[in-house]
């Protein structure tokens, strides 16, 4: 394992550096632009400009690497409290990686599944996924996901994605704002001496530094994406030895290459980071993809026939016919495949992670006894809430008690209880009511329940009447229940379609 990271190592670092000669001769040509007539001076004072920037960056990205790759999404960092179960997988994954803690988690508030790590090495590692990733797929596909993501943390990917990146954005910056000077005056006061009979090797200069500002851009690309392809074989590999179960990381990418939906924030800087490229999840391999053809990661995952390093090795030599990691320098033996999960259950936990995003918010989640779960937004203003199902009175928690009692954390019985005490909260008074009205209100020998005389109306917003008080209900387009207690008098009221029929007589 550690000679195939020890050898994506010496290609990283040959990789940078070609981008730090592309750098350094991006940081000239904007020298040569911004000062034609004394090009000594200007490819000297470009270099600065380029070394400044390129700290700059790398400074910012270096104390707080969230920020920064976070910047465009609605993303947030979800405590073990919030998703157990994600944290319990990424835990699991630590382990079995041998790393010395776990990452930190990030939920991204986006519908299209995916998920990627960042960060500077594995003591200050993240790893981000999307909510749609945990609303699609099961534990042993989240558990390929996560070891895959891990596996980069291992192979020490982070590090070198972080200075590539940076590079390439220095690159970027400095080649477009050398196109910007000549575009407002440069190139106009470099024409003017050219006129006055400088010498053409200062023209030849000018024109080369010209060609390789509108170049070097996508030649960085290019080394950048190249150097993204070959670690995503070793991390499937990774991802395969740590759950022995290549079946799950198969089936995840599956699912996530052919999601209907997708990300609608991502660009080309980002999209090398991600489990599966979100620009391009499917299709041949180019020199500018990314990532590896998905279809071949997934064929090769579904040929192994153990669970180690060289039985990857063998299903990528079958699959691509070339040895992507050499039988000679793997020196594992092979792993035995675990056996195939009996259960598949999807990734639930207490909070989904819409509502995490919810309650980050603001919003109470309330969970009546009846089984409704409500989401009390935090501009309401009430301490208290009527059940719309089933006329309880819900006590809305404040501040961190809020994420407790959505997590299951505090017993919920006094929440939802439909007790004699909480109906006698909202018993009618002699203020409210007339005298004859509190009567009927008030008699013991009320009715326990009534069935309607309307049909649900499902979909759609409908007025009930309560068949004892007349007390109007309203009912939303998510209402589904079969029956709904009386706010006001409490009788339960029965939708017709809903109430038990009388036997017929023989």
Known sequence: MWDQIRANQRRSRFLLFLMFLLWLGVGASFGVVLLPENQETGILGGMAIGLFLFLVQYFVYASTPETVVLSGWDAK?????????????????????????????????????????????????????TSGLLDMLNRSELQGVIAHEIGHIRNRDIKFMTLAAVMLGTIVVLSDLAIRILYYGGGRSRRRSSSQGEGQAQAIIFLVALIFIILSPLVAQLLYFASSRRREYLADASGAMFTRYPE?????????????????????????????????????????STHPPVEKRIAILRSMAGAGLVDYAKAAEKVLGTNILPLSAVNEASVPLRTEPTSEADVTDALTPKDVLRTRSGYKMLTCDCGLTMKVPPTLGLQTVPCPRCGASLTVPAGEAAV???????????????????????????????????????????????????????????????????????????????????????????????????????
């Open 77 to 129: 960092e979800v405590s073990r409290e919030e998703l157990p179960q994600l944290h319990n997988v990424v835990e699991e994954m630590t382990i079995a990686a041998g790393l010395k803690k776990p990452p930190r988690v990030y939920l991204i508030y986006e519908d299209a599944p995916n998920a990627f790590a960042f960060g500077q090495d594995e003591d200050r590692a993240c790893v981000a996924v």
């Open 248 to 288: 799950g990381l198969a089936s995840a990418l599956e699912k996530i290459a052919y999601a209907p939906i997708k990300m609608t924030t991502v660009n080309r800087a980002t999209a090398p980071m991600f489990i599966v490229n979100p620009l391009k999840a499917t299709g041949g391999a180019s020199l500018f």
């Open 404 to 506: 407790a009692v959505a997590s299951g954390l505090v017993g919920g019985g006094t929440l939802g209880s439909h007790s004699q005490s909480e109906h006698a909260d909202k018993s009618p008074t002699p203020e409210t009511e007339d005298a004859e009205t509190l009567a009927k209100l008030n008699n013991p020998n009320k009715p326990d329940s009534l069935v309607l005389n309307v049909a649900r109306k499902p979909r759609r917003w409908q007025t009930i009447e309560c068949g004892y008080c007349q007390q109007p209900i309203q009912l939303s387009p998510a209402f589904s229940a079969k029956w709904i207690r009386c706010p006001r008098c409490g009788v339960k009221l029965i939708f017709p379609e809903s109430a038990p029929q009388p036997a017929k007589a023989p």
